[in-house]
C-alpha cells in the first residue's frame, strides 16, 4: 500500500479542521481519539517537512558563503 505524501499546507489545513472541530464541541467523544491521534500524525509531518526544509536552507545558504 503506498502512503500519500502530505504537502505542509494540506496537512496545516487538516489540523485546522480537526481543532474546529474539537474546540466548537462539534465532535462525538468516540471519535475524540481518533482525531486526536490523526492530529498527532498530522504534526509529525509537519515537523519532518520543516527539518528537511531547514536543512536544505542551510545547505544553500551554505553554497553560497563559499
Do not use: P
Amino acid at each position: 500500500m503506498t502512503k500519500k505524501i502530505l504537502k505542509y499546507e494540506d496537512a496545516i489545513s487538516e489540523l485546522e479542521e480537526i481543532v474546529d472541530k474539537i474546540e466548537n464541541a462539534d465532535i462525538s467523544v468516540d471519535e475524540l481519539s481518533e482525531k486526536v491521534k490523526r492530529a498527532s500524525e498530522l504534526i509529525k509531518v509537519c515537523k519532518d517537512i520543516l527539518e528537511k526544509t531547514d536543512e536544505e536552507v542551510q545547505k544553500i545558504l551554505e553554497g553560497m558563503e563559499k
